[in-house]
């Protein structure tokens, strides 16, 4: 059922008919009624009104469920991911401060789960994207919501990952012609200044901070033909521009990162008959970015432009209700979003020329800058679609379902580069190069994704039980490919790799949940739950011999032209580099999953008022490791040497000369629960009101941590360009993290709205975040090896985890709205401030040893002013 207010009749021989009406009843949300008939009539009939229902005692999930009202009412950037973050135990892993970055993708984090295990619903079908192994979705056009509902425990078994699971409810037309329309506005005169002496002795020259924001969504929609067929249309056009920490032109005015986003969402619902529905939707957004880059970075030359090729969502869906207790669902879907990391006008040269050698990326390992170039361009062209199918059964005592959601589709990618190589430096001095196998082109097909399931929702009186299980098969292949010869690699030619994996697995789920005091105002929840790792193609991508492969080597600048010529590099560390595959997956690999525990408590207090205790633990399994056949821990000879930081001594494994460039990698399953594994605990207290005259606020604490043991050789994470890398003792320093004091972290948040006299609404929205752990990294200069004779890159930590953080993340945003009515319209004039009370905590700072270690990178955007209007009719 669409979310909305219902109105429910209870008939029965010879008792009063009684009908309960206002019944509010959100997406994902099953709502308990309970009444009592008196002896009478059937004719007769009593109509009573009452507060909705709250809790939940027939799930076992936790879910925050955000109503177009509320979204209006608290100051976001008006993303999903910003809304999503309003849920208590989700943290987003970067800023947005009153949609100064709306245009660029948050990614969500949930109970030690990776963005990539997220999962974003669109009328309930998967609409993630297949870039980063699913970690980006579509970019929100938030006119087209009605109501978003954030799941953040005891996913069912039609959800496969365990990440955050949000779900857009869509606006459809109706017969009445109806429409809406929100204009922002953001100026550089809009904004304070939070830049003190103490940043600018620290190193920072020029905080973040916003040049201007605007945001501009339409919508309308009605009948095209009145009863059977209706349309929704909207559109957005999103501009940003941000000046970014310590990023300037060359004429010392600071670097932009600008962007904008046009979008057109169209719906089309048809009700071809009266127990069956069709919708169809295709949602185009045009993004382009003409100065993508992070702090540090010369914008004229090094900053990368994103255009796209091709990028969309659509989905066509038919719902047929069979008779009133059987419900059939099936439809196909697609997500495109083909993009292009390009240099900047002028940078690219002819591959071959002299300009080419001498325009290489240069990256400064210490100060953290980059200059001449940005990292290699890249073409990336994925193509994902889908075909999902379901079958619902309700009675009195079973909700049951069951269906099938196939994913599919193929991944093309390019790499080309200045020099093929990025030049490393350690403040000014040449230090070593990133030598790359480009220009590449490979190839991933997804053969399926492809997840059967069944669930149940079975009342045992007060006892509820949620049994379920999911099957999963998932396949992706190589395709062959022929490439052209390079500065570092001749002509290549790959045949198919077919299946790599093909992975058949179960993810049985069971909750329950206990009615305690027979009133629905009470719940004990329980969930033990096991989820599959998400993917796409990312762990195909890591053996896939045409791919972006780097290999870090030894550079010494013999003739000082700053250019690094073929006889100043040193010995590959891979002496198959880019002619043949050096990482292989163990035939016997097993998908990574994990299991979740939760144990809650639902309480409603008073009416609309409620409060929920609930625990977390989650336990990986399956996890990699990673081992180099050729080289082992007798190939490295160990020294100690003072550490910079604190004279403690540090001990170093170089690699023996005879070993260098040996390696054979095999990625395989570790089986030694005592040398790789990780765990994540969590407790969470939150509450929810609903208040008289509309007012609503909700929020809560959340504290936890994340503990692993990876002494086996873990393997690196599938990222595009991960070097073929031999297994390095230097990284089993701190690798026990179970040995180590690592504390639990508490994150607050509260967000609401409340109407005052004379038609105003406060709205306000605060969350603090525990800041970020610290690292020192230190590269081992090579005149620390003895004799000098370093034989590969080396970087360890010189400080254990957990003994040093960033401070706290505070953001108090507060919203004061005008409310006009005049019949059926609606006009808002808004005024918003976020960041209140001018923080200017550090987000980011350099964590590389050298004269800029802890020099902020990033810092909270200052305290911004937005002015809005929204309008309903």
């Not at 009605?146 to 039609?158: D, K, L, W």
């Not at 809009?190 to 501009?216: H, I, W």
């Not at 949602?283 to 990028?311: E, F, Q």
Request: aromatic fraction near 10%; charged fraction near 20%; glycine fraction near 8%.
């Amino acid at each position: 059922m669409r979310p909305g207010l219902y109105k429910v009749t209870f008939a029965l021989a010879g008792f009063t008919t009684l009908v309960r009406d206002g019944i509010d009843l959100p997406s994902n949300f099953t709502a308990t009624v309970n009444v009592e008939l008196n002896l009478g009539a059937l004719e007769e009939s009593v109509t009573v009104s009452g507060n909705s229902p709250i809790v939940d005692v027939q799930s076992a999930q936790h879910t925050a469920i955000l109503k177009r009202e509320l979204i209006d009412a608290i100051p976001t950037g008006r993303t999903y991911a910003q809304l999503g973050a309003l849920a208590v135990g989700v943290k987003p892993n970067t800023q947005a401060v009153g949609g100064a970055r709306t245009a660029t993708q948050q990614r969500l984090l949930l109970h030690g789960m990776p963005a990539a295990d997220n999962t974003i619903d669109v009328d309930g079908m998967k609409m993630n994207s297949m870039y980063l192994g699913g970690e980006t979705q579509p970019n929100h056009n938030d006119a087209m919501t009605q109501e978003v509902t954030v799941q953040t425990s005891s996913p069912g078994a039609e959800v496969s990952a365990a990440g955050v699971h949000i779900n857009l409810i869509p606006r459809e037309g109706g017969n009445a012609f109806s429409g809406s329309s929100f204009v922002g506005y953001t100026g550089s005169s809009f904004q304070s200044n939070n830049l003190t002496p103490e940043l600018q002795q620290k190193g920072l020259r020029q905080g973040d901070a916003a040049d201007y924001v605007y945001d501009v969504n339409a919508a309308a929609g009605g009948p095209i033909k009145r009863d059977r067929l209706w349309f929704f249309g909207s559109y957005r056009d999103i501009a940003n521009a941000n000046v970014i920490a310590n990023s300037f032109y060359p004429d010392g005015r600071p670097g932009v990162y600008d962007q904008r986003l046009y979008q057109f969402t169209v719906r089309l619902t048809s009700q071809l008959t009266p127990r069956n529905k069709l919708t169809a939707y295709i949602d185009r957004p045009i993004k382009n970015v003409p100065h993508d880059y992070a702090s540090g970075t010369d914008v004229l030359t090094a900053a990368r432009r994103r255009t796209d090729v091709l990028y969309y969502t659509t989905a066509v869906k038919w719902t047929s209700t069979v008779t009133n207790k059987l419900l059939l669902e099936a439809g196909w879907g697609g997500t495109v979003n083909a993009i292009n990391f390009i240099y900047q006008p002028d940078v690219r040269k002819p591959r071959g020329t002299a300009d080419w050698f001498s325009s290489a990326s240069r990256q400064d390992i210490v100060l953290n800058t980059r200059t001449t170039a940005a990292v290699p361009e890249q073409h990336d062209y994925p193509f994902l679609y889908m075909l999902v199918s379901s079958a619902s059964y309700v009675t009195g005592s079973h909700s049951f379902k069951t269906g099938m959601q196939w994913r599919y589709g193929p991944y093309w990618r390019d790499f080309d580069s200045n020099a093929d190589l990025v030049q490393r430096y350690r403040s000014g001095t040449p230090d070593s190069v990133i030598v790359y196998n480009t220009p590449t082109h490979s190839r991933e097909h997804l053969n399926a994704d492809l997840g059967f399931y069944v669930q149940d929702s079975w009342k045992l009186r007060r006892l509820t039980l949620n049994p379920g299980i999911r099957f999963e098969y998932f396949s992706v292949s190589i395709e062959s490919k022929s490439i052209e010869p390079g500065r570092f690699v001749g002509f290549r030619q790959f045949p198919e790799v077919p299946k790599l994996p093909e992975w058949f697995n179960l993810a049985p789920r069971l909750g329950a949940v206990y009615d305690l005091t027979g009133d629905a105002r009470t719940a004990l929840k329980f969930g033990v739950n096991r989820y599959n790792k998400n993917d796409t193609t990312n762990f195909t991508l890591r053996y896939n011999p045409a791919s972006l492969q780097s290999d870090t080597r030894n550079w010494t600048d013999v003739n000082r032209d700053d250019i690094a010529q073929d006889n100043e590099i040193g010995p590959s560390n891979n002496v198959n580099f880019g002619a043949a595959p050096a990482r292989h997956a163990d035939p016997n690999i097993k998908r990574q999953y994990n299991v979740e525990y939760s144990v809650g408590v639902d309480r409603e207090l008073f009416p609309g008022v409620s409060v929920t205790a609930a625990w977390y633990r989650r336990v990986f399994y399956n996890l990699e490791k990673q081992i180099n056949t050729l080289v082992g821990l007798s190939d490295y000879t160990a020294f100690q040497t003072p550490s910079p930081l604190n004279g403690e001594p540090v001990t170093i494994y170089n690699l023996n000369r005879a070993k260098q460039g040996l390696v054979d990698l095999i990625d395989t399953t570790s089986t030694d629960r005592d040398t790789s594994r990780q765990t994540y605990d969590g407790l969470e207290l939150s509450f929810s009101a609903r208040l008289p005259r509309g007012a609503s606020v909700f929020g809560g604490l959340s504290s936890d941590r994340t503990m692993t043991v990876a002494c086996e050789g873990l393997a690196p994470q599938p990222l595009v360009g991960t070097a073929a890398t031999s297994w390095d003792p230097n990284t089993f320093r701190y690798c026990d993290q179970s040995q180590l004091d690592i504390p639990f972290r508490s994150d607050f948040k509260l967000a609401g709205a409340y109407p005052i006299p004379l038609g105003l609404q406060i709205g306000a929205n605060f969350q603090s975040y525990a800041g970020a752990p610290l690292a020192v990294n230190w590269a081992v200069p090579a005149s620390v090896f003895p004799g000098g004779q370093r034989t590969q890159s080396v970087t360890v930590n010189l400080i254990a985890p957990g003994t040093a953080y960033l401070k706290r993340w505070n953001q108090l945003d507060l919203s004061l709205r005008r409310i006009f009515k005049a019949g059926r319209a609606r006009f808002d004039a808004s005024l918003d401030v976020f960041n209140l009370l001018n923080s200017n905590v550090v987000l980011n700072e350099n964590q590389n040893f050298g004269a800029s270690l802890g020099a902020p990178l990033e810092i909270l955007q200052p305290r911004l002013l937005r002015i809005s209007t929204n309008m309903k009719f």
